[in-house]
């Protein structure tokens, strides 16, 4: 089983909201997965994007492949970490 970490949309209608999710590769965007592990909500003022780091890794050691979305939400919110931190 190869595994993805990817966003699934939830929300209404013209309100998005996503959810981090960790993934079979060959099940639909929405459908099933077998583990939340954050969130992403772009309508926010800032943008809100929380992950839990912990299980993030983990599933990137087990052999999870991040989608490129994810990937570029990831690299954002490491930039903009070690630019409060500076």
């Not at 839990?52 to 979305?69: M, Q, Y």
């Amino acid at each position: 089983m190869s595994v993805t970490i990817r966003l699934t949309r939830a929300g209404s209608k013209k309100v998005p909201f996503y959810r981090v999710v960790a993934a079979d590769r060959r099940s639909p965007r929405d459908g099933r997965f077998i583990e939340q592990l954050g969130v992403y909500d772009p309508l926010r003022d800032p943008v809100e994007f929380r992950v839990n780091a912990e299980r993030l890794d983990h599933w990137i050691k087990v052999g999870a492949v991040p989608s490129e979305t994810v990937s570029q939400l990831l690299r954002r919110q490491r930039t903009a970490a070690a630019a409060t931190k500076a």
